[in-house]
């Protein structure tokens, strides 16, 4: 190579090195943003969902009193619907890296039937339109 050549890339990698450590600064910042506001959005959402759980418990469970029986196992299987959010949204605050870009994702072996079979059944309480009543 020739030798002028190499000190003029030299020299102009020297001097864009300030910039860079600027933008790397900003990315930083940028990076621990997000992070702040992903676990922030992320525990009020858990916040608001288990707030709900509570108050769907108390009137599944009767604390509130008697309720008509299709209001108790509805308030049943919401309660079992807003665990679950509760559930994700903490799955999704413990497996983010921001700074990596990525979400931990476990992978196990399940039985699809059953999988497909339990999905069902827990869509059978959803509410329908009144015209199918």
């Not at 509805?74 to 921001?98: F, N, P, Q, Y």
């Amino acid at each position: 190579p020739d030798p002028h050549m190499v000190r003029s890339l030299l020299l102009d990698q020297i001097e864009r090195l300030p910039q860079l450590e600027r933008e790397n600064a900003a990315l930083q910042t940028a990076t621990q943003d997000q992070e702040k506001l992903i676990h922030k959005v992320g525990h009020e959402v858990k916040s608001y969902l288990t707030k709900s759980a509570g108050a769907l418990a108390a009137i599944a469970e009767g604390d509130l009193g008697a309720v008509p029986e299709g209001v108790q196992k509805m308030a049943g299987a919401a309660l079992k619907e807003t665990r679950k959010g509760v559930a994700t949204v903490s799955d999704i605050l413990h497996g983010a890296d921001v700074s990596k870009g990525t979400l931990a994702i476990e992978k196990k072996v399940f039985d699809l039937k059953q999988t497909v079979l339990q999905a069902a059944r827990g869509h059978q309480n959803a509410p329908r339109p009144k015209s199918q009543y």
